[in-house]
């Protein structure tokens, strides 16, 4: 009876450990497409990779609530030998995660309760709920309840409702706002709202030419019967000793040319 027992032991750890190096060898690759692949990894893949974990793990669960499994935690692992040399058959059975089997690293790898530090935070937690009244504990886990009921109505809603909603949001929200539209319609169109002070510069028309005399370009224009003739003809000089000045025979020609040009002379 016990040999039958413990060979049932063998089997259901061998069988626990093929089970653990699959999930192992899924996490593996998985984390080397998160680090290495990230750019092609689409969010598809990412939930298949999940998906296999997921089930992987619910096998391993299902193993282990399965009548023909013996029951791990009747069991006690009690270490023979302890060395602080390094033990090669150990550090190639943990993939080098365990060179050796010391006292220092023992009693974290056989430990069957959490940390100390683990346990005394446990225990203020412990206090604190001891110290809520029934009235306030009620009250936290019925606005706890609302909460996640809103949330799992949510989720379960079909994702053609969701996208109607999110559309018809989008749809009555305003994308501009009228007051700014009709100000800068009414400054384009009409100039509305804006400054009447003129920039600083010179005026238009009243450029560096007109300014200085010396540059001035003397052009003598014809009477009013050759007003074309007197556009294109040479250059007068400037009388000496008086730069920028005018010669009073260009001032006739220009006042003669000016009033056969206006309009109501024609």
Known sequence: MQQREEKQLEASVESLISRVAHV???????????????????WPSVLDNFALLSGQL?????????????????????PLLLSPDRDEDLAKLTEQRVPVFSHEIVPDYL????DPEVEEQEKLLSAEATRIGPEVAQKQI????????????????????????????RQNKSSFNPADTNALVGAVAFGKGLSKCRPPGPVPGQGPMMSGGSNLQ?????????????????????????PGKMPSSIKTNIKSASGSMHPYNR
């Open 24 to 42: 192992k060898n899924a996490l593996h690759s998985f984390i080397y497409k998160l680090e290495n692949e990230y750019e092609r990894l689409t």
């Open 58 to 78: 619910n096998t391993i669960n299902k193993l282990l609530k399965n009548e023909k499994t013996p029951s791990f935690r009747n069991q006690v692992i009690i």
């Open 111 to 114: 430990r069957t309760k959490p």
């Open 142 to 169: 019925q606005a706890l309840n609302k909460l996640c009921s809103s949330l799992l109505e949510k989720l379960n809603n079909p994702r053609d409702d969701r996208d109607s909603e999110s559309a018809t949001l």
């Open 218 to 242: 003397q052009v003598p224009i014809g009477g009013g019967s050759s007003q074309q003739a007197g556009m294109g003809g040479p250059v007068a000089p400037q009388q000496q000793g008086q």
